[in-house]
């Protein structure tokens, strides 16, 4: 049977990055500024999309991730791009430890804040996000939006279709178990494949924070980012709380 690994990265191979990456780059990119020469710090990078697209447009790059499988792939990536950011292998949790100086920009998108351990955890990345901050700094991230969750019972995501690395197809699905709610929430994922010719699956969970705009204002807030926006999407969309799944966080030191 294939691994989680293997899975994952079938899973990453799945989405339409170029799709994504035009939405979100041109966004990061108008709150950078001028990217040449300036520091990125990529949290929870994975396979390195976004750090490679940086760095393309000139940035110093360094994507930190805690599976060696993305972060290999996150090399070839780079190397395939003739790029050359730095990847680490580390725990968001004490992404301190593994990096130093500055940064102009922070990003940490695709719901990763929401899959760290507790609220306590995530106030300590939150912290060390803004001491590794130059003076008027950005920190951007992306995090589903429980209270619109919540509101409207949402459970079940679409299923996406791909392919392992043999060429066997592979159908995800995923869906939440609101039963710890309104702490955190349980995702459950499961792989369908075919492993010599007979279907077969995977199945893992995750705990998942319960993140809302109110939340984060307040946590944000509370370690020292002096300006908080919210928006729906990575076009600057206006955001509401009770209206909107997607969150686009934008913080300045």
Known sequence: MSSFDDVALAYDEAIDWERRLAKEI????????????????????????????????????????????????????????????????GDMAEFQSTIDGQYDLIICLGNSLALLYDLNILEKVLTSVYESLCDDGIFIAQALNFEEIHRNGFKFFPLKGGRMKDGEEIIFSRFFEHSDSPTSSTLVMSAQMKVQGEWTSLVSTQNVLNLNSNLMKRILAQVGFRETRFYSDFSGSIFSGSDDRNMVIHSRR
């Open 26 to 89: 041109p966004f990061i990119l108008s709150r950078l500024g001028t990217p040449r020469g300036k520091r990125v710090l990529d949290l929870a990078c994975g396979t390195g999309r976004h750090s490679v697209a940086l760095a393309l447009d000139g940035a110093e790059v360094v994507g930190i991730d805690n599976s060696e499988v993305m972060i290999n792939r996150a090399v070839e990536h780079a190397t395939s791009k003739g790029v050359t950011p730095s990847f680490i292998i």
